[in-house]
């Protein structure tokens, strides 16, 4: 069955970076594009981008451009995020999601809770 | 952006009734292709989302099917028939259409 699994809590400092991970498992991993989605408490939905792990194709929201970067390593079916020169605006819970074609965000992973504080 | 606005914020309701939670495009999300790409998905507490509903009207597998979504161009509903205690979380309703993709804003379903 389909398995996102997604790294542990975070608590990073102020102006830091950190890179959190998404491993999939039961389908393969490079023929669908995986998307990131972020969560701030008690807030709705934002969406960050995807990646297609087959060949790396990156699209991102505007919004997050230079604040998320991702990529994918096909040898261990994982994607990756990385969000640099973190503030408390970026305390939030982040999801990965893969996109399941006609069925957009079929499976999710449970979410990292990054918490951004001195 | 296209902004996603959803009604009610929150509806509580009787386990066995219905309920109908609204939702609202500023742009069409009718594409040339006849599909109208909106979405809607249940965040149960503590959970991660899951999704109901995709391109207006199709329920996802292994979704009741007391769940049905319909609209036209901007406007669009989600009806859950026959509420029961496994329906409570927030629902939200999703354009993917357009980058950026956005969300609403969610409504919070309660039991009475």
């Known amino acids: 069955q389909v398995q996102l699994q997604q790294s542990g809590a975070e608590l990073v400092k102020p102006g830091s970076s950190v890179k959190i991970s998404c491993k999939a498992s039961?389908?393969?991993?490079?023929?669908?594009?995986m998307h990131w989605i972020k969560q701030q408490p008690g807030n709705g939905l934002e969406w960050i981008g995807w990646?297609?792990?087959?060949?790396?194709?990156?699209k991102y929201n505007q919004k997050f451009n230079g604040k998320a970067t991702l990529t994918a390593d096909k040898s261990s079916s994982t994607a990756y995020m990385q969000l640099s020169s973190l503030t408390s605006e970026d305390s939030a819970v982040y999801f990965c999601?893969?996109?399941?074609?006609?069925?957009?965000?079929?499976?999710w992973g449970q979410g990292v809770m990054v918490t951004v504080s001195s | 952006d296209i902004v996603m606005t959803q009604a009610p914020l929150s509806v509580s309701v009787t386990p066995g009734e219905s309920a109908s939670i609204s939702c609202r495009s500023s742009k069409s999300l009718l594409h040339s292709n006849g599909i109208t790409y909106v979405y809607w998905y249940l965040q149960k507490p503590g959970k991660s989302p899951q999704l109901l509903i995709y391109r207006m009207s199709n329920l996802a597998s292994g979704v009741p099917d007391r769940f049905s979504g319909s609209g036209s161009e901007t406007d669009f509903t989600l009806k859950i028939s026959r509420v029961e205690a496994e329906d409570v979380g927030i629902y939200y309703c999703g354009q993917l259409l357009e980058n950026p993709w956005t969300f609403g804003g969610g409504t919070k379903l309660e039991l009475k």
């Open positions: 039961g389908y393969t991993f490079t023929s669908y594009d």
């Open positions: 999601a893969r996109e399941g074609g006609i069925t957009p965000f079929d499976y």
């Open positions: 990646i297609y792990p087959g060949n790396g194709n990156t």
